[in-house]
């Protein structure tokens, strides 16, 4: 096969792509397509094959970002807490989508998975993504993070206050200044660590306390 058609094969399936998603979201009843994509997001999570687990999750993720209504919101956190980091990159992407269009929906699953004592990767990935959305409601769901038993899950909401640059989150980091919990830094060289207190010392200086 000639480089030319294995890029015309590209185009086809792309289109034949577009065709069939179209077509599930015109045949399908609302309360039937997030009943099917919910349970197709248990099923992929579920794979032994994690390359195909991680492939039918990232189409997921675009696909539930297009349905409204809380149950795919809850679906694209279930995603973020994949272990694949790829995977956590679409879904993060996908709920910033739904964040800039439908705030609510993002805001109510964060509160649901906080309300749940959720752990896990998604729960150090969702401070930075209500930051990045920044409404104003972003500074206390942020706050809700610094409450968690995870350091790491801490350590994101810290940054993520930092990032969003709100001299009033200064209150809410304050608490932190004596916990010695230490966590993993990213981007860092590998091994890097700090303090929980250290952190936020740090945060509370930046945002001129």
Known sequence: MSLRRHLDAIFDADRRLRA???ALFDEGAHGALVALLTAAVDEAQALDDREEGSMRL????????QVEGPEMADALIAILDDDDPQVRVVAGEALLDVGYERYAEVARAVERALDDGRGGPAMAELPWVLAEIGEPSALSLIGGFTEHEESDVVAAAIEALLH???PAAIELLRPL???DRIAELDGGDEGDSATIGELA?????????
């Open 20 to 22: 069939a998603e179209q």
């Open 58 to 65: 990232e189409r997921l993720a675009d696909l539930c970002a």
């Open 164 to 166: 969003l640059g709100e």
């Open 177 to 179: 200044e004596d916990d």
């Open 201 to 209: 010392a740090e945060a509370i200086a930046g945002l001129g306390g």
